[in-house]
């Protein structure tokens, strides 16, 4: 073959490759293009997204938002803050005063606020509603695969623990008109055909307050509970366990991780973003009070160990409008900020630090978290054993440690999160679209990962013969 012949045939054969390469070329991009735009597709359309079909039991509306309206009514502080303290409550006649629908801005009690937006999220009409919100609201309990009670009550047992009638809280009087709306909603629900199917297996309770629904948890306790955390279910006060936590034990035929959801307390301080953020000069920081009760007993030996540390700050006080400003400046002026237990393993400080871009260090062994599974704690927080943490010098020594890059990745991961841990929705009547990466959209999720077992669990009770009693057990936390 002549070289002229052979140049021609490589030719030829570089134009077919180029030509083959560019139609592969041009295919693939296609279909890239193509997969985007289904994945956009995809990801606008209701269809692919979760959806829990939740029904609204039906309880009279002084139970609820009708509670808010007496809250609001009051003439009085709220008697255990200090006094001129209760933002809601001024003796000044010029305040403003907010709408009847907003929930308290009372610290002590705005803290627990889920149940309000949760139940915001369900008034929400259909069309305004996100399409990729998981809960959607149903008419018949017969379509529902959850029935939510849309009893307040947290905002319940506060008004009965403040406003000096503290006294009555612990008796099953008609005095305590706290135990009386826990009556009612009992008498309401639990005599459904609603309840009678699942033996309540599939309603849905929120008891953000440790003492929240304190007179009948026995007869709530097979339904899903949308709780904090398990403080509030302790077997034993472990005044003699010297402050360490692993010695308590939990009611575990009440409360458990299979069926029962983590959700977080509302944060108290102003959300920073990374834009505003600023040098911190300061390692640690902690406001609080330095003593409590079971596993929080822990508080005052670590005040011990740590109140003379140089750029450690430990400060007793409540983030209400006496020291809310502190707790701003503070939180923001530090590295890192402990979250130590309290009378309950967990608090809204953890989710003040969150919000303030403040790296949260856990010192609670017991502690559960709210979205696990969905969220990694260990990217963005630091968890201390409290022997390690009661060990002189252990714990600064740590921190100390952590470079300056990992401490900026910790708080880029913070960021990344915060939308996480958001209630509001910017509307003061609580009512309105939430967004589809807030709290209340991610516990709505949360109940739906609990589905099979709800369902297997109502399954499972049917085909028990008649008068056979199974003790109730839940060993796995």
């Known amino acids: 073959m002549t070289t002229i012949a052979r140049s021609f045939k490589f030719l030829i054969l570089g134009t077919v490759t180029a030509t083959l390469i560019s139609v592969i070329s041009i295919s693939l991009l296609r279909l890239l293009v193509s997969s985007a735009s289904n994945f956009q597709c995809l990801s606008q359309n209701p269809i692919s997204h979760p959806r829990l079909k939740v029904y609204v039991a039906p309880l009279r509306r002084a139970l609820n938002y009708g509670l808010l309206e007496h809250y609001w009514s009051l003439s009085l502080p709220d008697s255990r803050l200090p006094y001129g303290s209760d933002p809601d409550h001024l003796t000044n006649a010029s305040y403003f005063r907010r709408p009847s629908f907003s929930y308290p801005e009372n610290p002590v009690i705005k803290q627990y606020s889920a149940e309000y937006w949760i139940l915001g999220d369900l008034e929400t009409s259909g069309e305004s509603r996100d399409v990729r919100s998981v809960a959607q609201r149903v008419e018949t309990w017969e379509d529902a695969d959850v029935v939510f009670v849309p009893f307040f009550a947290t905002l319940s047992a506060e008004l009965e623990l403040g406003w000096g009638r503290k006294g009555w809280f612990g008796k099953k009087r008609n005095e305590n008109m706290d135990y009386v709306r826990q009556m009612?909603?009992?008498?309401?629900?639990?005599?459904?055909?609603?309840?009678?199917?699942?033996?309540?297996?599939?309603?849905?309770?929120?008891?953000?307050?440790?003492?929240?629904?304190?007179?009948?948890?026995?007869?709530?306790?097979?339904?899903?509970?949308?709780?904090?955390?398990?403080?509030?279910?302790?077997?034993?006060?472990?005044?003699?366990?010297?402050?360490?936590?692993?010695?308590?034990?939990?009611?575990?035929?009440?409360?458990?991780?299979?069926?029962?959801?983590?959700i977080p307390y509302t944060h108290l301080l102003p959300r920073l973003t990374l834009a505003q953020d600023r040098d911190r000069d300061i390692l640690l920081y902690f406001k609080g009070a330095k003593r409590r009760h079971r596993g929080g007993l822990i508080r005052e030996k670590l005040w011990e160990v740590l109140e003379n540390e140089p750029d450690v700050i430990m400060e007793?006080?409540?983030?209400?409008?006496?020291?809310?400003?502190?707790?701003?400046?503070?939180?923001?002026?530090?590295?890192?900020?402990?979250?130590?237990?309290?009378?309950?393993?967990?608090?809204?400080r953890l989710f003040d630090a969150i919000s303030s871009l403040c790296i949260p260090v856990i010192v609670s062994d017991t502690i559960e978290l709210p979205f696990e599974g969905m969220l990694d704690y260990s990217n963005f927080s630091i968890f201390i054993s409290v022997d390690n943490a009661l060990e002189p010098d252990w714990l600064v020594n740590r921190l100390r440690n952590i470079t300056k890059e990992r401490r900026q990745q910790y708080r880029l991961d913070l960021a990344r999160v915060q939308s996480k841990f958001e209630y509001g929705n910017g509307n003061l009547t609580g009512m309105g679209p939430i967004h589809p990466d807030s709290a209340v959209n991610y516990i709505w999720m949360k109940v739906y990962q609990k589905l099979p077992i709800i369902k297997e669990a109502i399954i499972r009770e049917k085909r028990k013969p008649k008068g056979v009693n199974i003790p109730a057990r839940c060993h796995c936390t």
């Open 184 to 262: 009612e909603v009992i008498r309401n629900v639990t005599e459904t055909d609603a309840w009678k199917r699942s033996g309540g297996k599939d309603h849905v309770f929120v008891l953000t307050d440790p003492v929240a629904m304190w007179h009948v948890r026995k007869h709530i306790a097979p339904a899903i509970l949308l709780v904090v955390d398990f403080g509030g279910w302790y077997k034993i006060d472990s005044k003699s366990s010297k402050g360490r936590n692993s010695t308590l034990k939990i009611e575990h035929t009440q409360v458990s991780l299979i069926k029962d959801v983590i």
């Open 316 to 348: 007793e006080g409540f983030p209400d409008n006496i020291g809310r400003e502190q707790s701003i400046k503070g939180m923001r002026s530090s590295e890192f900020c402990l979250h130590p237990a309290g009378d309950t393993p967990t608090s809204c």
